[in-house]
């Protein structure tokens, strides 16, 4: 017979009562039934038709008094409404008996339809035949297989659509298997690929014939409810998968099964999860349904908005929060009125706990005040650490994504604005899940106020002419030599006519270097005089002067370059100097009032630092914060001053730097360039102030031909008045601190293309003490202020 093509159990089966009056007699026989036991007896003798096979089901009805009591042995009658069990036909779904329990749970004439099992393709008739057949070769062949997958039976409440799950206990005492001749034997090695293979039906009919056995008596079918283990299990599994709390199929299932684990059909499912950096609720806007229930009620909701609200109160607390009525709630926040507005009127809190850190809740709510209270939460307890693992997850992967976004659109954030960029990146990952041509949104930091200073070498254009100047005479003149040498060995003349090139040459760089003449003599060297030095290389006299001139020439470019080197290191010391010290300082200053900062070395270090409350979230920068910077910026620059002549003896070269500061006391807008990957100013007022930055270090002091900026003094240049007597203030405090020296000159400067009306302090700077250390500065920093 082939099992797979019928839908129906193999084996023969009839109801048969015999063994249950057998036990009954033997109770009776032992006096193990009270006063009544003769009676009984009597009852059963005058009903033999029992003993026998049952096909005609008029006799059950016959004697239904009877068999209902006679089955209290195993299903007793105290148990009606409670215990869900019924006696069946041997492997069949036909009721012998069954509680009103069981009747109320399932309705056996339509089982195939209404129960969903955990068998393989939810093939009942699968289960049956395999319990047959152990129970087979339990008793033929004294072999006893444990099913360790117990069956489970899944019945949806056609109601409400809600699920309950029960495992099933099949009772087969009263159940006997007859066999029809004799029994063929199976070798134990065929046994054990029976057990192995033990949803093989094919395999099992193979060695088991159902002809050769019939199952005679009942059994009983008890359903014991394990629907809040499975659903739990259930849902740990589903939130394992990859994906888990981002797709609507995935949102669909887990509420469902949350549903059905409360048994409250109108359960809403939320999910709310903040990122530590962003400070955002953020959620999947490609799912209608991960999301937080605030968000399905107002739409981007900052965490900022939840303060005195459950939300809060569970996310700090670090504990559940029931509210069973919200109506009725004092302490509503406009968090908890957003909730009344959508018809939630009972919520129930979980927070994510990932170590230490919240890092997300769940949101389960109904519309029916106390429909969940404080016994729910225990019910979800369990599956708790499954939604922080998936949530923690789904943060990793979407910060990786918007951290790829962030590069690609912007480069290196500092990291003071990176929230505002993580913020765009997020957005524009939901964007690009509707359309993948979504663009960036702009980032635009208005109200902030500029720091610009500048440390530059004096004269280094001067300087690193004249070392590429001597290089290029110095290599002149030694190839002229040497091809004189070969010109006297040879007399080759087309060596003479490279020579009167080389003369010519060296006549135009000892007149002065020019623009372009570097190019030109360093193509005349590598393009003329190293290939035809070259042609004399086997020239063993003319070897020995080769190698003599190629020893003065820098390895890796092949010419002189012993000052241009010398000139490059001493400038890149200088540079390295002043960056560390800014970089140390500016850290420091992250302290006084997060900022953005950025610098630029080129010969010496430019800087610009902006600050303002648009760069920060929930700060609020004053004008008590930007005194703060500008005697901060004083400071640091003096500070660079004295590093650089502490350096000066180590330096090959004699460089100086010169220092200045522009202070611009009106707050300006700053936008981020994403096809230039920076900042800029935005709007044609604030561009004013990049113009005056850009030109200023070539200011001369009025009517005077001299430059204002000069080795061993610091300049600050304004147009306000006002800023004019802060910065007196903070001469006056740094002569006390001797950190500089001598008189304060107030200086008009020559106009300027763009900048008019430009002004300027300057004041030499001591050389007899040291900047504090950065804490102290900062100390410093606050004391002088706290005078004024």
Not at 105 to 130: F, Q
Not at 379 to 387: G, I, Q, R, S, Y
Not at 527 to 533: A, G, K, Q, R
Not at 744 to 759: D, I, K, S, V, Y
Request: aromatic share 10%; net charge negative; glycine share 4%.
């Amino acid at each position: 017979m082939d099992v797979f093509t019928h839908n129906k159990f193999p084996f023969p089966s009839t109801l048969n009562l015999r063994l249950l009056l057998e036990y009954w007699e033997k109770s009776i026989v032992q006096e193990n039934v009270p006063g009544f036991a003769q009676g009984l007896l009597q009852a059963i003798k005058n009903a033999p038709e029992l003993r026998e096979p049952i096909h005609d089901l008029s006799v059950l009805e016959k004697h239904r008094s009877l068999i209902n009591f006679l089955l209290t042995a195993v299903i007793p009658s105290a148990n009606q409404e409670t215990e869900i069990s019924a006696a069946i036909f041997p492997f069949q779904f036909t009721a012998l008996y069954s509680t009103q329990a069981f009747k109320k749970t399932l309705d056996l004439n339509d089982v195939e339809n209404c129960v969903r099992t955990n068998l393989p393709n939810n093939r009942m008739i699968l289960g049956k035949t395999v319990k047959a057949c152990l129970m087979i070769l339990e008793k033929f062949y004294g072999v006893k297989v444990g099913l360790e997958k117990p069956v489970h039976f899944t019945v949806r409440n056609p109601q409400t659509g809600l699920d309950k799950v029960y495992r099933v206990e099949n009772n087969h005492q009263f159940c006997e298997i007859i066999a029809k001749g004799k029994i063929n034997p199976i070798e134990k090695h065929v046994i054990k690929f029976l057990t192995e293979k033990m949803y093989d039906l094919d395999l099992w009919m193979q060695y088991i014939k159902p002809e050769d056995f019939e199952f005679q008596g009942f059994m009983v079918m008890r359903l014991v409810d394990v629907t809040e283990q499975e659903m739990l299990s259930s849902i740990k599994y589903d939130l394992l998968k990859k994906n888990a709390v981002e797709e609507q199929e995935s949102f669909n299932t887990i509420q469902h099964k949350l549903r059905s684990l409360f048994g409250i059909q109108e359960i809403k499912l939320g999910l709310a999860y903040c990122d530590t950096a962003n400070n955002l609720i953020v959620t999947n806007s490609a799912s209608d349904g991960w999301r937080s229930l605030i968000e399905q009620t107002v739409n981007s909701t900052p965490c900022n908005d939840f303060t005195g609200s459950v939300y809060e109160r569970s996310w700090t607390e670090k504990r559940y929060i029931t509210v069973e009525n919200l109506e009725e709630y004092p302490f509503r926040s406009k968090i908890e009125e957003a909730l009344l507005s959508n018809g939630i009127k009972n919520v129930l809190l979980a927070p994510l706990i990932d170590g230490e850190e919240t890092i997300g809740m769940l949101e389960l709510a109904t519309p029916t005040p106390g429909r969940l209270d404080a016994i729910s939460a225990h019910k979800v307890e369990n599956v708790l650490p499954m939604f922080t693992a998936a949530v923690k997850r789904v943060k990793e992967e979407m910060a990786t994504e918007v951290r790829a976004i962030i590069q690609e659109e912007c480069t290196a954030i500092h990291p003071s604005v990176q929230w505002r960029f993580f913020e765009a990146g997020m957005n524009l990952l939901n964007k690009r899940r509707l359309d993948a041509k979504a663009l960036m949104e702009e980032i635009v930091f208005k109200d902030v106020y500029p720091l610009y200073g500048m440390s530059d070498v004096r004269n280094s254009s001067i300087e690193r002419n004249s070392a590429i100047q001597k290089d290029l005479q110095q290599n002149l003149k030694l190839a002229k030599g040497l091809l004189q040498e070969i010109y006297d060995s040879k007399k080759f003349p087309l060596v003479e006519e490279v020579i009167f090139k080389t003369d010519d040459q060296l006549k135009k760089i000892n007149r002065g270097l020019a623009s372009g003449d570097e190019s030109n003599v360093l193509d005349f060297l590598k393009t003329e005089i190293n290939p035809l030095i070259e042609q004399f290389e086997d020239d063993d006299m003319l070897k020995i002067l080769i190698d003599n001139y190629r020893q003065h020439l820098d390895p890796q470019f092949g010419v002189v370059y012993k000052r241009r080197k010398s000139f490059e290191k001493s400038l890149a010391m200088i540079n390295q100097t002043i960056a560390t010290h800014l970089d140390e300082a500016e850290s420091e200053a992250q302290k006084m009032f997060p900022h953005y900062f950025e610098k630029y070395k080129t010969d010496g270090v430019e800087f610009t630092l902006y600050i303002g409350s648009s760069l920060v979230r929930q700060q609020t920068f004053d004008a008590f914060h930007l005194r703060n910077f500008h005697l901060w910026q004083l400071l640091t620059m003096i500070g660079i001053h004295q590093k650089i002549q502490a350096l000066k003896p180590t330096l090959a070269n004699d460089l100086d730097i010169t220092q200045l500061i522009l202070v611009h006391d009106q707050p300006i807008s700053i936008r981020f360039r994403p096809d230039e990957k920076q900042f800029d100013v935005d709007g044609a007022y604030d561009i004013r102030y990049e113009i005056v930055k850009k030109r200023i270090d070539k200011a001369y002091i009025k009517n005077t031909g001299e430059r204002l900026t000069q080795p061993g003094k610091i300049a600050i240049v304004y147009n306000q008045s006002k800023v004019e007597e802060e910065y007196k203030r903070y001469f006056r405090y740094l002569v006390g601190k001797k950190l500089v020296t001598g008189k304060l000159e107030t200086l008009e400067l020559e106009e300027l293309p763009g900048a008019n009306g430009l002004r300027a302090l300057r004041m030499q700077i001591g050389t007899d003490s040291n900047v504090s250390s950065q804490e102290n500065l900062l100390k410093d920093v606050q004391d002088v202020l706290a005078l004024q």
